[in-house]
T-cell receptor, first 114, second 116 residues
């Protein structure tokens, strides 16, 4: 069964460093998402992406964040200058289409900022 | 705007007993509703979804949920708990926001413990 994959599973970085989190969505899906889950808190929406552009973003997704689909398979989340409060589990998700179609999640990347 | 409230951050049931996890939502547009399960150190797995049509939806692992518009609820049930059901369960709502996407809004989650 096709699945969303994410790399790395765990990333440790120093405050102020740039990180890139990678995702490979399900191949025939057209809508891509990033969510994050700070330890002990709820899963929060960051950004959605369709047709090579951001379709919606949350207040969390400020200028330090960017997303890109550099080729036909990868979907990346970049954090330019990490802060301690960026430490969280980051989930990538994809869906075949809008209209309430289910989003399928990857296993997540745990980002630890020291 | 959408929101989800899950009553009870932690629920304990005996093996073989009924599982009932509560979820109430608010949405200004027709909602699409989902339950996801998260096992320790794993991602979110879709259990079931309601989009349109039949209000009682069946999912994987014997779980089902009923959409009750009048009560704005989407409670998750399973007749008989199994040890392998121990996990955290998240209720989520989405609906067209007018911005071209269907972002999911999650509840805070309910951790289910199953007592042998």
């Amino acid at each position: 069964e096709p699945e969303v994959t994410q790399t790395p599973s765990h990333q440790v970085t120093q405050m102020g460093q740039e990180v890139i989190l990678r995702c490979v969505p399900i191949s025939n899906h057209l809508y891509f998402y990033w969510y994050r889950q700070i330890l002990g808190q709820k899963v929060e929406f960051l950004v959605s992406f369709y047709n090579n552009e951001i379709s919606e973003k949350s207040e969390i997704f400020d200028d330090q964040f960017s997303v890109e689909r550099p080729d036909g398979s990868n979907f990346t989340l970049k954090i330019r200058s990490t802060k301690l409060e960026d430490s969280a589990m980051y989930f990538c998700a994809s869906s075949e289409g809008p209209g309430g179609g289910p989003q399928f999640f990857g296993p997540g990347t745990r980002l630890t900022v020291l | 705007a959408q929101s989800v409230t899950q009553l009870g951050s932690h629920v304990s049931v005996s093996e073989g007993a009924l599982v009932l996890l509560r979820c109430n939502y608010s949405s200004s547009v027709p909602p699409y509703l989902f339950w996801y399960v998260q096992y320790p150190n794993q991602g979110l797995q879709l259990l079931l979804k309601y989009t349109t049509g039949a209000t009682l939806v069946k999912g994987i692992n014997g779980f089902e949920a009923e959409f009750k518009k009048s009560e704005t609820s989407f409670h998750l049930t399973k007749p008989s708990a199994h040890m392998s059901d121990a996990a955290e369960y998240f209720c989520a709502v989405s609906g067209y926001s007018g911005a071209g996407s269907y972002q999911l809004t999650f509840g805070k989650g309910t951790k289910l413990s199953v007592i042998p």
